[in-house]
């Protein structure tokens, strides 16, 4: 411990000058240890000294209940903290969900939302154009430059799920197609 070998150094009769250019602590600092060896008072450290959490008790509640949870973004966990009057920044809740709870965050894998009654819309456009002509075919315009996406989230940074391992993350339901279909 650098404060036994500051105080033991002082002991020895070297001057508080020498131990500042020795051991590179600052002067005041060895002043006061000398002063508190010389007074018989320990120079052990204090513990609950060091900054206080900025988390209150309730918004370490509301953080830990989201873990597991669906669209839980550390930017939303924030926005939920500060409406309910605990001002706790996104940085802050990253830092408590990762190096106090352990979890890590997770992207939930995309799939298409296909369900049963898609299926059987496709299944149907198909029957009723099964003997068109290609002059039929000539009045329908197919485009793939409109991007757009059926049921997701307002804003794909939400979409995640803080959990201890990958293998805890629920995956997306999705709707098998049959093997064979009939027409």
């Known amino acids: 411990m650098i404060r036994s070998q500051a105080v033991g150094i002082l002991q020895a009769g070297s001057s508080q ?18 002063r508190l060896f010389k007074n018989d008072l320990t120079l052990e450290n204090k513990g609950g000294r060091g900054r206080k959490s900025s988390i209150s008790k309730v918004a370490k509640i509301v953080i830990t209940k989201s873990i ?15 409406l309910k009057g605990h001002s706790v920044s996104q940085s802050t809740v990253y830092r408590y969900l990762t190096k106090e709870k352990g979890v890590k965050s997770y992207k939930r894998q995309r799939q298409p939302l296909i369900t049963e009654k898609n ?39 939400n979409d995640c799920v803080w959990a201890r391992n990958a293998l805890d993350v629920e995956p997306v339901q999705m709707v098998k197609f049959p093997k064979k279909i009939q027409v």
């Open 17 to 34: 000058k020498f131990v500042f250019l020795k051991l590179g602590v600052n002067m005041r600092t060895v002043q006061r240890w000398w």
């Open 68 to 82: 597991g949870k669906k669209r839980q973004s550390v930017r939303g966990l924030s926005k939920k903290l500060k």
């Open 119 to 157: 299926i059987a819309a496709r299944l149907k456009f198909c029957k009723e154009r099964v003997n068109w002509t290609a002059n039929d075919w000539k009045n329908i315009l197919f485009t793939d430059e409109s991007p757009f996406e059926l049921n997701h989230p307002p804003n794909r940074k």
